[in-house]
């Protein structure tokens, strides 16, 4: 079965900072993998998936096979980044999430 | 397009009242998938269908019931509410299990069982 773990609850930074927003699988198949963000009283939205090796609003997510991560970067956080993210796996046709990651920028 | 559209948006329920959640797609998708979202545990896949006829359980199916008669509709049936049952409810969607396709998902139903 596949498992996805968001190490941390709340990651506070400030404005200006670098963010990284761990996210490890496991799942013996080869993983699609995507993350999604949820904005205050807004519905969740994709934000970016490992395949289309895209950057999205400065967020970058490279897949390390090795270490079995997919971690969530930008050089520089701004205040509408502000949000819960959520990392998820396709395997077939079901989709796992993790536990999710509010990240909080301080202005 | 709408996308995808839950209804209703807020529902209080006492103990042993049953409801059913709305979810409806206008995209034409075959995926359809019903999450439940609790503080500090993510999202748990409860019932899942792949097409019209064909529903299968997730992670946290007890307690729920789910139908597929029509491609673009999906509703979730709460039999008995009970306070564990107390959630936010997402429904969302997806084209197919091929080419990386994301989730497109519903503005959400908050339920509380008292």
């Known amino acids: 079965a596949q498992r996805v773990t968001q190490p941390e609850k709340l990651l506070s930074v400030f404005k200006g900072a670098p963010v990284e927003l761990k996210c490890n699988y496991s799942?013996?198949?080869?993983?699609?993998l995507f993350w999604y963000v949820q904005y205050s009283r807004q519905r969740l939205q994709l934000l970016l998936r490992h395949i289309s090796r895209e950057s999205i609003k400065g967020f970058t997510a490279d897949l390390n096979k090795g270490e079995t991560s997919f971690h969530l970067k930008k050089p520089f956080a701004q205040e509408e980044d502000s949000a819960m993210y959520y990392c998820a796996l396709r395997a077939g046709q079901k989709v796992t999430f993790g536990t999710g990651t509010k990240l909080q920028v301080i202005p | 397009n709408a996308g995808v559209t839950q209804t209703p948006k807020f529902r209080i329920l006492k103990i042993g009242q049953s409801m059913t959640l709305q979810c409806t797609q206008d995209m034409n998708h075959n995926y359809m998938y019903w999450y439940r979202q609790d503080p500090g545990m993510g999202l748990k896949l409860i019932y899942y269908?792949?097409?019209?006829?064909?529903?299968d359980k997730g992670e946290v199916p007890n307690g729920y019931n789910v139908s597929r008669s029509t491609t673009e509709d999906f509703p979730l049936r709460l039999e008995l509410a009970a306070p564990s049952q107390t959630s936010v409810y997402f429904c969302?969607?997806?084209?197919?299990?091929?080419?990386?396709?994301?989730?497109?998902f519903g503005n959400g139903t908050r339920l509380t069982v008292t």
């Open positions: 799942y013996s198949g080869s993983p699609e």
């Open positions: 969302a969607s997806s084209q197919k299990e091929t080419d990386n396709s994301p989730l497109h």
């Open positions: 269908s792949v097409g019209a006829g064909i529903t």
